[in-house]
């Protein structure tokens, strides 16, 4: 079986095969079954085994066992412990907002048949055998596959040991039986991808065989065997590997498999160029990938000419040592876990890890300030992606960054990750950055009021408004200080928010009305300052004032297509949507909803969609579609599961309230649960081409409507 075919980590998804699967038919007939008697099973073994493969395939396999989802949470880049919980999170889809990731998590799969691949464990092992120990309790439905080199030792875990695939004895005749030997065939399929044309045949059996046997079955050890035919012939390859089998450094673990494995990787080093074993080294730094801009500016100097790292990195990825995995439509490269600690361990010995990391720190740094400045504009979108890409890159350094980068990176960089965790929704992680910058370095002096502020602005829309009271007093008068008019004005809209909040509208229309005129005077533009007339729309919104609320939304959907920018328009929209509801113009605010949820959609924008999703109901209910509307608010709250949260403060209930109590008027108690739990039964997809009347996938005609026998029907 295939151990090192890079992967693509999609959010909680399995991640996609590149290269063929090869033999373990008798492993994935007894992990189906321990799948499904055990709820906790383990797969351990030597690096380069093959964990991971095994595991993803018996997932796909009993995926039908598992009503609610399996899901992939890869941890080979988490360095942070404290975040394990919050990375199983990011895998589900969910969004929590009150710093608590793995209350949130118990709460979610409480009830849920689910199934959790948890993958590469033995660097987290107590806090993963702490949290699946803490889930397994609560969840009655959950089941866990954990890979680890070692066993969790956890209470009613069973351990599988994964061994190296079946080798023939090289002793006996091969002739007909070796090309049927799962390593052997490994060899042969990764040879003939390696080198066109070539192929197993009775005159190279013997020495594929007498290869593989020496490489004990370690997957990982045969593929790269397997590359180095592209320069030597298979006799010269098994020649090569009898001269380096025995020279392990002595202070390496003396388990023969992992001494073949290292002996293995110690040889395709020395195969490499000097300028590839310098890059290999120095990729070493990226805990979740890279791409060649990255790699261009953090590896570059000292003896690898930044013109050269392109050759490096095409060499690297010729002998197999990094895979493409691309991203979005974009080039990005992985190294297996195995060969990125044999490259640190390199990094160590040549010196200057330290140095490195902080240039790397420094790099996204000056990174993420580009994306803070276009966030209000037209690349909005690319820079969530990009987010997205290099989540754990930026986890990985922050926890370092955090207690050793330079003040001023450090501040900048929390700044600017303020405003992209606002935008996926993760502010129950960016508290615990904020928490944990607060408490360990000098926020004081020059320069702190905004990033003070953004951490105001979190706490406040995590409802935490004492905290968040002093922060903003302390952006405040830091901003004056500095005479920082943006980060004044951002420290006036958090104190407006947390005054819509209180349900001091008067204060919070005031303060939100000081802020807009310091953003304006400011020539800043902040993608977070852009939701003042948002905010202000809802103030408006609950004093009654609809047609203020909807002149307010309007001028932040106006400025958000003024700059091409995506997030805050469409909160714009839905507010100006909303206004227009109440106002009873049920036309233009279904125009205006359903043109937030389009979007909203597109930005997988999940707080958005829900509340969109919820308001598009409010308005189909006033029309006279109260099934169609339940069944809508049925798929929202489900969705709302995810998010944990509104942007309307503690008064989301009072607009829940009219519009729920005129489909229960009209539906009656018994139609009104059964289209509520239709809808909570309902894919997203489907809600949502439901909600925009689009025409829902694999059916024709109009949208679905609910069948109270218990099914689906269109007409």
């Known amino acids: 079986m295939a151990s090192n075919a890079i992967l693509e980590r999609q959010t909680g998804r399995l991640p996609a095969e590149l290269t063929s699967f090869i033999g373990r038919d008798a492993e994935l007939t007894r992990l189906r079954r321990l799948i499904d008697e055990h709820r906790l099973v383990t797969l351990s073994g030597p690096a380069g085994v093959g964990k991971t493969r095994l595991a993803v395939r018996a997932a796909a396999q009993v995926r039908d066992a598992f009503g609610d989802g399996v899901y992939f949470v890869g941890l080979s880049g988490l ?170 450094r002595g202070r390496r673990t003396t388990v023969r498999r992992h001494q073949t494995l290292r002996a293995a990787v110690d040889w395709s080093h020395e195969l490499c160029s000097a300028e590839e074993r310098l890059l290999w080294a120095r990729l070493s730094v990226f805990a979740d990938g890279f791409d060649l801009d990255a790699a261009e500016n953090v590896c570059a100097g000292d003896g690898l000419p930044p013109e050269a790292v392109v050759g490096a990195l095409t060499g690297l990825v010729e002998k197999s040592i990094a895979h493409r995995a691309d991203r979005g439509g974009q080039a990005r490269y992985r190294m297996l876990d195995t060969l990125r600690e044999y490259g640190a361990e390199r990094l160590t010995e040549l010196g200057g890890a330290d140095r490195l990391r902080r240039r790397c720190f420094a790099w996204y740094t000056e990174v993420l300030r580009r994306a803070r400045r ?118 006036c809209a958090g104190q407006g928010i947390k005054a819509l909040f209180t349900g001091d509208f008067d204060l919070a229309l005031q303060l939100l009305t000081t802020a807009d005129g310091r953003y304006r005077g400011s020539g800043a533009d902040d993608v977070l300052l852009l939701l003042v007339d948002v905010f202000r729309g809802v103030a408006h919104l609950f004093k009654g004032d609809f047609a203020a609320s909807a002149e307010h939304a309007d001028r932040a959907v106006r400025a958000g297509e003024e700059r091409g920018e995506l997030w805050v328009r469409s909160y714009g929209m839905l507010v100006g949507g909303l206004a227009l509801w109440l106002a009873g113009d049920l036309d233009a605010s279904m125009e205006r909803l359903r043109a937030s949820l389009r979007i909203k959609r597109d930005l997988d924008d999940g707080l958005g969609m829900t509340l969109a999703l919820e308001s598009i109901a409010a308005c189909m209910s006033s029309q006279g579609e109260p099934d169609r509307a339940v069944r809508l608010l049925g798929a929202a709250d489900r969705l709302r599961e995810r998010t944990q949260t509104s942007w309307f403060g503690p008064h989301h209930a009072l607009l829940r309230e009219i519009h729920t109590g005129r489909a229960l008027e009209a539906l009656g108690e018994e139609r009104y649960r059964a289209a509520l739990e239709e809808g909570g039964r309902l894919p997203l997809a489907d809600a949502i081409e439901d909600a925009l009347d689009e025409t829902p996938s694999g059916a024709e005609g109009r949208p679905f409507q609910a069948d109270y026998s218990g099914g689906v029907s269109s007409s």
């Open 79 to 248: 360095t942070e412990p404290s975040l394990l919980a919050q990375a199983i999170c990011d895998a589900l889809g969910l969004t929590e907002q009150d710093g608590d990731a793995a209350a949130r998590l118990a709460e979610h799969l409480a009830d849920r048949r689910v199934l959790l691949v948890l993958d590469t464990c033995e660097h987290l092992l107590d806090e993963c055998a702490i949290l699946a120990e803490e889930l397994l309790r609560t969840a009655a439905g959950l089941h866990v596959l954990a890979t680890s080199r070692q066993a969790l030792d956890v209470t009613g875990e069973h351990t599988v040991v994964v061994t190296p695939l079946g080798r023939p004895d090289p002793a006996a005749d091969t002739s007909p039986d070796g090309a049927d030997c799962d390593a052997v065939r490994l060899f042969a399929e990764r040879a003939a991808a390696a080198v066109q044309g070539w192929t197993l045949t009775h005159g190279n059996r013997d020495a594929a065989t007498r290869l593989c046997d020496r490489l004990d079955g370690i997957p990982l050890a045969i593929e790269l065997a397997a590359v180095q035919l592209r320069a030597f012939s298979l006799e010269q390859v098994l020649g090569r590997l009898g001269t380096h089998l025995f020279q392990v």
């Open 374 to 491: 276009e966030l209000a504009g037209a690349s909005q979108a690319r820079w969530l992606e990009w987010f997205d890409g290099e989540r754990g890159n930026i986890r990985a350094l922050l926890g370092e960054g955090v207690a050793a980068a330079e003040p001023g990176q450090l501040r900048d960089a929390v700044e600017a990750l303020g405003r992209l965790w606002a935008l996926r929704g993760t502010l129950g992680e960016g508290r615990q950055w904020v928490d944990r910058v607060l408490e360990t370095r000098d926020t004081t002096g020059p320069g702190w009021s905004g990033c003070l502020a953004a951490a105001g602005l979190v706490m406040t829309l995590q409802n935490d408004l004492d905290r968040a009271d002093e922060l903003l007093d302390r952006a405040l008068a830091q901003g004056r200080a500095d005479d920082d008019r943006a980060g004044i004005a951002l420290a």
